[in-house]
């Protein structure tokens, strides 16, 4: 634990690493000192805009990456060409599973995203040395799986309201764990992945969103600013209380 709580000023840490946003909650958080520092010697920092992919679903793995900064969507396509956003994560997200030499999903980013590259070789090496980092990536792993689960029920069971009222409680949460009573932030999606990611129709996401509007329970401005006054009224129009 005394590792996971490393002085973020400590001087044997690389610089770079000690200004980084995402360094404490991410796999990082778990490194060395000196580990940090042969990572960083082979990372690379880059600004994915928009649209891009991160890696596709089928291409051969060369690197992993860890968000810092934005919005990535998962997606999966199946042999006829269709295709669905599957999952989204946000900074301090690790992007890959080490070992695996074939991407299984597409990774693109939903917002301009910025990450932090690793090559492949090096991180499994560093998984194989370290069981903090073996255990940190195990915990993320569970993480999704459990929140897998949970949008199968809202997929499954949720009505058309709590669904939208649930992906609008989902990017509240993430891009803000420590949420307060209130937050306002850009929708990370489109109303077209928005209603793919949720199953329903673009008309139905909109109409739900000016029902929720019109309720008090969120304000947009230009489509896509949305203020929350009031988390736990938004929690509850998504079903969870």
Not at 150 to 168: C, I, N, P
Not at 215 to 231: A, F, H, K, Y
Request: hydrophobic share 35%; aromatic share 4%.
């Amino acid at each position: 634990m005394d590792m996971m709580r490393k002085d973020i000023h400590n001087s044997e840490v690389p610089v770079v690493c000690r200004s980084c946003e995402a360094r404490h909650g991410g796999v990082c958080g778990v490194l060395t000192p000196q580990q940090l520092v042969e990572l960083s010697k082979h990372s690379t920092r880059k600004v994915v805009h928009a649209g891009n992919e991160v890696v596709g679903q089928g291409e051969r793995v060369a690197s992993y990456s860890n968000i810092l900064k934005g919005v990535i969507k998962l997606s999966k396509m199946m042999a006829d060409g269709r295709q669905q956003i599957v999952g989204l994560q946000f900074a301090p997200d690790f992007i890959g599973r080490p070992f695996h030499h074939e991407s299984t999903l597409t990774a693109e980013a939903a917002t301009d995203t910025e990450v932090c590259v690793f090559p492949k070789p090096i991180i499994e090496r560093l998984v194989s040395e370290s069981s903090n980092l073996e255990h940190q990536l195990h915990n993320q792993a569970l993480k999704e799986l459990d929140e897998a689960r949970d949008w199968m029920l809202t997929l499954g069971r949720k009505t058309a309201q709590e669904k939208v009222a649930s992906f609008l409680y989902l990017i509240a949460t993430h891009l803000d764990p420590e949420k307060g009573e209130s937050m306002t932030y850009e929708l990370p999606l489109s109303r077209a992945d928005i209603a793919d990611f949720l199953g329903l129709t673009i008309e139905t996401v909109s109409r739900q969103m000016t029902k929720l509007r019109k309720d008090g329970v969120i304000q947009i401005e230009n489509n896509r600013l949305v203020t929350v006054p009031d988390m736990d009224r938004l929690s509850r129009a998504a079903g969870n209380d």
